[in-house]
Nanobody
Framework: QVQLVESGGGLVQPGGSLRLSCAAS????????MAWYRQVPGKQRELVAV???????NYIDSVKDRFTISRDNAKNTVYLQMNTLKPEDAAVYYC?????????WGQGTQVTVSS
């Protein structure tokens, strides 16, 4: 049974930082590209950052230089370090594992940015 379990969300003031984690089980983690998506009510889920099987990364423009995605294959975990958070970063953040032939989603973790 495949599980992606996110953690690390919460309430933070504008300008603050959070680190999200996503622990994977039931898959051969290093064979999957991993990504973080986010979604706010009434809007489509959007891709925030992706890291390939070999560690190449890509980000949407609005988070470049503020967010960093990384992975630890020994721990089957992907991270999203979020710095200088803005109110518009508030969303439910989802972890995603993808490879040819299948993909999986986590249950999401809420990030709230408010003073």
């Amino acid at each position: 049974q495949v599980q992606l379990v996110e953690s690390g969300g919460g309430l933070v003031q504008p300008g603050g930082s959070l680190r999200l984690s996503c622990a994977a089980s039931g898959i051969i983690f290093q064979r999957y590209a991993m990504a973080w998506y986010r979604q706010v009510p009434g809007k489509q889920r959007e891709l925030v950052a992706v890291i390939s099987q070999v560690g190449s990364t890509n980000y949407i423009d609005s988070v470049k230089d503020r967010f960093t995605i990384s992975r630890d294959n020994a721990k089957n975990t992907v991270y999203l370090q979020m710095n200088t958070l803005k109110p518009e970063d508030a969303a439910v953040y989802y972890c995603h594992a993808n490879r040819a032939g299948g993909d999986y989603w986590g249950q999401g973790t809420q990030v709230t940015v408010s003073s």
